[in-house]
């Protein structure tokens, strides 16, 4: 080829490149303006505003709980936190959206929950009338309608724990044997779980120990978990490569989740057996109710993994307030040293009956959200609008936990502080609306959290048991204890000695 034809080759190949490279561009700044400007009403971030890189790195980072709280408190209750994302903490419109008729429906993020490749669960079910349908079917097993033992199941792994305690960890007569609270409240709640939803207990308190690696496995998988919740284009990537190994796939799976995932469907297997017979748990109701086995499996692996960890960082955290401050410990004391309670372990209606245990609990669950994901929620195809604000159809809006529940607005200028006396001291309308608040920590109407019976029972026993028999110190105040949030909180660290009470 002449020099002169080679150099016009060479240069109509670098101009169709660059005309690519320029369209690419301007496709890409026309998308971005585009992104921008459909939003614009909204104040946030600014780099939230043109792309899902904000909300990835604040994902990532663990601490996504505390930096939504800071939106809302910088640019209002309805702000911006992705292209298409708002945040809100304005509990009157969360109720709104989530109401049986609300035209609202549940967002991608929800995409993130499937757990089981088999099946969808009910939270992970994005089609409305498969969710109510869903929701019918399992609605009495977590009501405990046709377990007439759960009340008792529980006390079984409440005495566990205090057996635990009393044989392992008890610093008596110059012993020094401290204990990591948050790993002993977890499997407090993993035992309690698997007993009542498939009677079959994995017993970790019994063995102290983690059985079937089930801490590691949750710590390993729950940021994955939550990053493809949360940035949809996460999800398609981790669908590639060695990444699927810490995702659910199949039961011979060695790795991540796979060893939960062989649990539930062994479980669920068993209740379609030819010669299964009925039992009255959480699984048998809902065989009884019209399960498929995938979809029982499904449910079931969804409880091991999210049923058991809000409701551990909600023990935790409790137990940890009331032991670092004396005077919330001396009154709950006192109540529990005067009340009459059943022995060993007293009723769910006795607990309820104790005023300042009940606050405790109230603003443990308030001051420490244990669920504080996204849940995203689609804008109808009309669009809605927010204090006099147009919000197109298509936007998704999430739930903003932190800002919520620390609203100086509901609950005091001393939001930010762990104190129970807030709830015995308000009344009438301002009681109300702050009992309806915490209680969107459970979500709320055609939303709302099934399993929100049975944490209350965990609830109510296990700080009445645990304080009445022993004191609890902390062994490094200063240091607290490791909290990262992964749409669950994963909470390490909480070092602490027991010592008996001698009071029971």
């Known amino acids: 080829m002449e020099p002169r034809s080679l150099l016009i080759s060479t240069l109509c190949q670098h101009s169709i490149l660059l005309g690519l490279l320029i369209l690419f561009a301007g496709a890409f700044f026309v998308r971005v303006i585009w992104s921008y400007r459909r939003l614009q009403a909204f104040k946030g971030p600014f780099w939230a505003s043109i792309s ?18 800071e ?71 977590y009501a405990g309608k046709d377990n007439m033992s759960l009340e008792s199941s529980i006390d079984v792994h409440v005495m566990d724990m205090v057996h635990l305690i009393e044989n392992h960890f008890l610093s008596i ?95 669920a297997a068993e209740r379609f057996r030819p010669d299964a017979k009925p039992q009255n748990d959480m699984l048998g109701s809902f065989v009884r109710n019209g399960l498929t086995q995938a979809q029982t499996a499904a449910e079931a692996l969804l409880q091991i993994i999210v049923g058991v960890d809000s409701t551990a960082t909600a023990v935790r955290t409790i137990m940890y307030h009331i032991m670092t401050n004396p005077r919330i410990l001396q009154k709950l004391h006192a109540e529990l040293d005067n009340a009459v309670l059943t022995r060993p372990v007293l009723l769910d209606s006795e607990a309820a009956s104790l005023p300042y245990l009940q606050a405790c609990i109230q603003e443990g669950l308030r001051h420490w959200p244990p669920i504080a994901a996204l849940t995203l929620k689609v804008v109808p195809a009309g669009g809605d609008t927010y204090n006099g604000v147009f919000i197109p159809g298509g936007t998704e809006i999430a739930y903003s936990a932190w800002a919520l529940h620390h609203s100086k607005a509901i609950f005091g200028q001393d939001a930010d502080i762990y104190r129970p006396e807030r709830w015995l001291e308000a009344e009438g309308e301002e009681l109300r609306e702050m009992k309806g608040t915490v209680d969107l920590v459970f979500g709320s109407g055609k939303y709302r959290c099934l399993g929100k019976k049975i944490a209350g029972l965990e609830l109510n026993k296990i700080f009445a048991e645990m304080f009445l028999r022993f004191d609890f110190a902390v062994i490094d105040p200063q240091k607290g204890f490791k909290s990262r949030f992964h749409g669950l909180f994963m909470q390490s660290d909480m070092n602490v000695v027991v010592y008996p009470r001698n009071q029971v």
């Not at 909300?55 to 930096?67: E, N």
């Not at 049986?100 to 992970?124: C, E, F, H, I, W």
């Not at 499997?187 to 102290?208: E, G, H, Q, W």
């Open 173 to 267: 007569h110059g012993a020094y044997r401290p204990m990591d609270l948050a790993r002993i409240a977890q499997y407090f709640t993993v035992d309690v779980l698997t007993d009542i939803a498939f009677s079959r207990p994995f017993n970790m308190l019994k063995n102290n120990d983690d059985i079937h690696d089930y801490i590691e496995t949750v710590r390993s998988s729950l940021p994955v978990l939550q990053a493809r919740a949360n940035i949809p284009f996460i999800k398609t990537f981790l669908e590639i490569g060695f990444l699927r190994r810490i995702l659910p796939t199949t039961t011979q799976d060695k790795f991540g989740m796979g060893t939960m995932l062989a649990v539930a469907k062994e479980a």
């Open 71 to 141: 939106v809302n408190r910088q640019y209002g209750s309805l702000a911006r936190i992705a292209p298409n994302f708002l945040l809100t903490n304005d509990p009157f419109f969360l109720r709104r959206m989530s109401s049986v008729r609300s035209p609202y429906t549940k967002g991608k993020s929800y995409d993130g929950m499937k757990l089981d490749p088999d099946a969808q669960n009910t939270l992970s079910e994005k089609d409305e009338q498969k969710h109510t349908a869903m929701r019918a079917k399992v609605a009495n097993g």
């Open 52 to 69: 899902p890189i904000w909300l990835a790195m604040h994902t990532m980072s663990g601490k996504l709980h505390l930096r939504l709280g």
